[in-house]
């Protein structure tokens, strides 16, 4: 009956030492982490590319100003080399002069190209692009957008 005391008295003593670790005071470090901070996000625009043959948005992170111009300039400039490996593509070609008139309504699209390359794909892409960008700056698209190619001119156009 010795034993089993002995055992009881033993594990006492060893939880009441405790791991040996001695508490201190508060310990300055310095400042803390600056990885992720709260507040302002980082600016981004929207951009719709094709994947899986469905217009898709792909998010960028943006330090320019993001006119509906600058991004639907940006846009025709292609995805990137890491979005090309995502999966993404584009129906427009690159490098095209693309305008957007937001001074009124319903907001105007010229695009330097015929319709006949951009329908319906491309299109969609550039609809829904400027689409974003104008929603972004909190300005409406309520009359639709209208497109002017080189070859004809279409109205009323939304993201679907």
């Not at 992170?61 to 890491?82: H, I, M, N, S, Y």
């Amino acid at each position: 009956m010795k034993l089993p005391r002995l055992v009881l008295a033993l594990i006492s003593v060893f939880l009441l030492a405790g791991c040996g670790i001695q508490p201190t005071g508060v310990i300055s470090a310095g400042e803390a982490p600056g990885g992720f901070q709260l507040g302002e996000p980082r600016p981004q625009i929207t951009l719709y590319f094709v994947y899986a043959g469905q217009i898709s948005p792909v998010q960028r992170a943006w330090a320019k100003d993001a006119t509906p111009t600058t991004v639907l300039t940006e846009l025709f400039g292609g995805p990137t080399r890491q979005e090309e490996q995502e999966g993404f593509n584009s129906m427009l070609t690159p490098g095209q002069h693309v305008t957007v008139d937001a001074s009124k309504l319903p907001v105007t699209v010229t695009v330097a190209e015929s319709m006949k390359s951009l329908y319906p794909i491309g299109l969609q892409q550039v609809v829904c692009t400027v689409s974003a960008s104008m929603a972004a700056t909190g300005q409406p698209v309520g009359k639709g957008i209208t497109v002017v190619a080189s070859d004809t001119k279409l109205e009323s156009l939304y993201c679907n």
